[in-house]
């Protein structure tokens, strides 16, 4: 079945056309998703060329019981659409730290490092303003005692500010 996945992935890519989409240098908004528990995301795009770029997200959550941060990094290829829609593709990593106290007085801490994908769509207005949303697996390595060390799942909406 994953190989049937992976080559309609791969078939899809190279069917759909390749024409590039000037991005733009910079983009500074929120990813809005769950991010496995770290809530919405600080984003920051940078351009490297017509359809090339990197993203940065840093999520992070602060309660009572609950301290947590998230740092991912990718590098995303952006293909044209249609007159302002894109949709990209990307890989990358990042790590994270959290800790958390049980209603038992047990505190649990724990630092891990991610691999994720990241594939998506966006809409680049003609103001400064790019909506976009995403879909980003993660398979974490940490603490085999804490739920960070299996596959997970994120779908996310982006608003960017474009300079």
């Avoid at 809005?32 to 060329?49: A, C, K, M, T, V």
């Avoid at 990358?92 to 724990?110: I, P």
């Avoid at 974490?140 to 500010?161: H, Q, S, T, V």
Wanted: net charge negative; no cysteine.
């Amino acid at each position: 079945m994953k190989t049937y996945l992976i080559t309609g992935i791969l078939v899809l890519i190279a069917s759909v056309s390749m024409e590039a989409q000037d991005i733009s240098k910079n983009a500074l908004g929120l990813r809005l998703g769950d991010n496995d528990g770290f809530g919405g995301e600080i984003s920051y795009q940078r351009g490297l060329n017509e359809n090339k770029r990197l993203e940065f997200d840093l999520g992070w959550r602060d309660g009572k019981n609950y301290d947590g941060f998230k740092l991912a990094g990718l590098h995303q290829w952006v293909w044209n659409i249609d007159n302002g829609f894109n949709w990209y593709a990307g890989v990358g990593g990042g790590l994270g730290s959290f800790s958390f106290n049980n209603n038992n007085g047990n505190d649990y801490t724990d630092t891990f490092v991610f691999a994720a994908g990241d594939i998506g769509i966006e809409y680049n207005f003609d103001i400064p303003l790019l909506l976009s949303l995403d879909f980003r697996p993660e398979i974490g390595f940490g603490d085999e005692n804490y739920d960070n060390n299996d596959l997970d799942f994120d779908i996310a909406l982006g608003i960017r500010y474009q300079f």
